[in-house]
């Protein structure tokens, strides 16, 4: 299995979205980003990281607020926005780095 290191150490774009299953908002974005998935396939990854079952990974990212959604490359954090998005909305952040 992947360490969370490993996925986001990929030269494909990872997007991680940091979620917790109480909040209303983080379950708002679920259908979003299987859309996403969909309409963009395999130039994008995506991973959901609950932030109480892993709360060292959130912690080592600062993680306050739910959903989180950060974008990676080769390691390297390229965009992070706290709250829910649109699908409209989080495709054309993501068209910028593919």
């Known amino acids: ?3 969370f290191n ?3 150490s ?3 774009l990872v997007l991680v979205d940091f979620f917790a299953t109480w ?3 983080c379950k708002m ?3 979003i980003l299987e859309q996403l998935k969909q309409a963009l396939g395999d130039s994008i990854r995506i991973i959901k990281i609950d ?3 892993q709360g060292v990974t959130a912690g080592q ?3 306050q607020s739910v959903p989180t959604l950060m974008l990676f490359r080769n390691g390297q954090s390229l965009w992070r926005q706290s709250g829910a998005l649109s699908l409209a909305e989080l495709r054309n ?3 910028g780095y593919l």
């Open 1 to 3: 299995m992947e360490t």
């Open 6 to 8: 490993e996925v986001i």
């Open 10 to 12: 990929s030269d494909k």
């Open 23 to 25: 909040c209303q908002p």
């Open 29 to 31: 974005m679920h259908p």
């Open 51 to 53: 932030v109480d079952k």
């Open 61 to 63: 990212y600062k993680i």
């Open 93 to 95: 952040i993501i068209n």
